[in-house]
């Protein structure tokens, strides 16, 4: 089974400061993990996904998060947050096979103060 | 390129009556497509996967005969909920995939209900 954890349902950040989003995840295969963004009443855009290929993945919208299998974590970061950063994010785990469901987090909602 | 539109954005209807949802790829084949269910502020849910030309597989305690879901197409699958009522009052967003050598996702834009 597979499962992801994400810590803080709300952080707050200001304009310009480091944005860090923590998950974790648990999977019996090697995952395929996934962050999503969603912004009110819209559905979920993807910002990057992990498919075993480099640790490090850059995302759109200056987003990266990096795969560190010994801390089973797969966490978002972004240098500078902006105003327009302000949304739900939510991390994902799947294992990556053919029509394979995809284990949503419980969300985490950033906002970004002036 | 891989853009997944819903119909209608959203909906109100008065209890006991039956509201129909659409996803469709636009501009691609899908071999799947999922259903999901969100609450405010809350995460996604799976209903159910559906594979086109097949019966949807559901997720635990979601009722089969309440929710209809039908994926006639490749780009098509529809969501019927049956004899709404309020607490089925919800946003519901679909996806759609295809054999990549990865699962990925591509998510409409979503549908919010609101029986009364």
């Known amino acids: 089974a597979q499962s992801v954890t994400q810590l803080g349902s709300h952080v707050s950040v200001s304009e310009g400061a480091l944005v860090l989003l923590r998950c974790n995840y648990s999977?019996?295969?090697?995952?395929?993990l996934f962050w999503y963004v969603q912004y009110p009443n819209q559905g979920l855009q993807l910002l990057l996904k992990y498919t075993s290929a480099a640790t490090l993945v850059k995302g759109i919208n200056g987003f990266e998060a990096e795969f560190k299998k010994s801390e089973t974590s797969f966490h978002l970061t972004k240098p500078s947050a902006h105003m327009s950063d302000a949304a739900e994010y939510f991390c994902?785990?799947?294992?990556?096979?053919?029509?394979?469901?995809?284990?949503f987090g419980s969300g985490t909602r950033l906002s970004i103060r002036p | 390129g891989a853009v997944v539109s819903q119909h209608p954005s959203w909906v109100i209807c008065k209890s006991g009556t039956s509201v129909k949802i659409e996803c469709r790829s636009l501009?691609?084949?899908?071999?799947?497509m999922f259903w999901y269910r969100q609450f405010p502020k809350q995460s996604l849910m799976l209903m159910a996967t559906?594979?086109?030309?097949?019966?949807?597989?559901?997720e635990q305690g979601v009722e089969k005969d309440k929710f209809l879901i039908n994926h006639a197409s490749l780009t098509l699958s529809t969501l019927t909920v049956t004899s709404a009522h309020p607490e089925d009052s919800s946003f519901y967003i679909c996806?759609?995939?295809?054999?990549?050598?990865?699962?990925?996702?591509?998510f409409g834009p979503g549908t919010r209900l609101t029986v009364l």
């Open positions: 501009d691609f084949q899908a071999t799947t």
């Open positions: 994902a785990v799947s294992d990556g096979s053919s029509a394979s469901k995809i284990i």
């Open positions: 996806s759609a995939s295809w054999q990549r050598p990865y699962n990925e996702q591509f």
């Open positions: 559906s594979n086109e030309g097949s019966k949807a597989t559901y």
């Open positions: 999977s019996s295969v090697p995952p395929y």
